[in-house]
């Protein structure tokens, strides 16, 4: 890696991007059969517009747990590799779990925050990532090195393909907008969970 | 023929003779002191991966994840880290049929020092019973194996979370006095 893929980069600097094509430039790179688990609200809507997969999973609920699930899916299946989507919201509720997935050194595990500042979805309220928090400095904090700042659409794309092809535990942050998601999610959770399972091979 | 005079096998030998019999390999705790001889135990056994991560929240997420994919798992947790947990139970664990098994340490009761403990211990089996959550409370060494395998088994074939409470007449519970 160059110095330059190694800097953890800015918030302030990093490009203002959409959720809804950041999401469906991440589905188009997967050919792998890698699991993904959406995180509550417009994260998973966007995931769920980007193509239904039955390696998808998505979350209606337990906001902030994108990430606990993600590392569950990646223990149990290490040939697997396994993302979890974050809004900024979530993953500030449950900081923590940054702490965790460095602990266990999850090498098959990528985590994706999406960073508009604001809960979108309860009307626009300002997070604290508005106000001064910056997940990659908090996630590096935590102990997960490989963690940066996504400059623009082709560098996101740059950094998935770099995760999913060598060992992690990888973050990758992206500023995004604060447009509506493409769709909403099907509200089926006993569906989605079966259907989730089926997609990973395992017998439900 | 078995030696009647020796003593029965402590409680945590048997919950975790119970885990292993059940496949349950994935082990996730927030600490307890009761529960610490179980903790030591199966950090020292190789048949289990052990997480310890800051929260019981973050706990339910990860067995709950890991179910998914294959592999089953309990969270160890106290009463109190019980009380955090209402949501997650209520968004992910109950409505997507996902099999978390939960053993709580019951503090709260039978000699309680802390009053806090003592309040949160009674939130405790209305949430349970409130949620629809299989829940039994263990008293005693000779019922620990039947109650905590059959609850194990009920849980995974009908993929419903369920709650085994290690009450301190099963484990001696902590007081002041120690």
Not at chain 1, 20 to 28: E, N
Not at chain 1, 43 to 68: H, I, K, V
Not at chain 2, 53 to 66: D, F, K, S, T
Request: aromatic share 4%; glycine share 10%.
């Amino acid at each position: 890696m160059s110095a330059t893929e190694l800097s953890p980069g800015t918030r302030d600097s990093a490009k203002v991007m959409n959720r809804t094509d950041l999401s469906k430039r991440l589905v188009a790179r997967l050919h792998g059969g890698e699991a993904v688990i959406g995180g509550i609200g417009n994260t998973n809507f966007d995931l769920w517009a980007a193509g239904q997969r039955p390696e998808n999973f998505y979350m209606l609920g337990s906001m902030g747990l994108a990430c606990p699930i993600a590392l569950g899916v990646a223990l149990a299946q290490p040939q697997r590799r396994v993302i979890g989507i974050e809004g900024d919201g979530s993953i500030l509720m449950q900081l923590g779990c940054l702490g965790t997935i460095a602990a266990q050194g999850q090498k098959n595990l990528t985590i994706v925050i999406m960073d508009n500042g604001s809960y979108q979805i309860t009307g626009g309220q300002a997070t604290l990532t508005a106000r001064g928090t910056d997940i990659v400095a908090v996630a590096r904090g935590a102990g997960l090195e490989k963690s940066a700042w996504a400059a623009d659409e082709k560098d996101f794309e740059t950094r998935i393909d770099r995760a999913l092809a060598a060992d992690g535990p990888w973050l990758i942050a992206a500023r995004i907008d604060d447009k509506p998601p493409a769709a909403e999610t099907e509200r089926n959770p006993a569906r989605i969970r079966d259907r989730f399972m089926q997609g990973l091979g395992v017998k439900s | 023929m078995s030696d009647e005079s020796a003593p029965p096998a402590p409680w945590h030998e048997t919950l975790l003779k119970v885990l292993k019999a059940n496949q349950v390999r994935l082990i996730t705790y927030v600490p307890d002191r009761v529960l610490t001889p179980l903790i030591g135990a199966v950090h020292a056994d190789g048949f289990f991966t052990v997480i310890s991560p800051p929260r019981e929240e973050e706990a339910v997420g990860i067995v709950a994840g890991a179910w998914m994919g294959g592999v089953r798992g309990v969270v160890l947790m106290q009463t109190s880290g019980f009380a955090t947990l209402p949501n997650v139970l209520a968004s992910l664990a109950v409505p997507y049929q996902i099999p978390v098994l939960m053993v709580v340490s019951e503090r709260g009761t039978l000699g309680e020092f802390n009053i806090g403990q003592a309040m949160v211990c009674r939130t405790m089996r209305p949430v349970l019973e409130s949620l629809g959550i299989e829940n039994h409370t263990i008293t005693r060494l000779d019922e620990l194996e039947f109650i905590a395998d059959r609850t194990i088994q009920q849980a995974l074939l009908t993929r419903a979370p369920a709650a085994l409470i290690l009450s301190p007449l099963l484990t001696g519970g902590k007081t002041v006095r120690k």
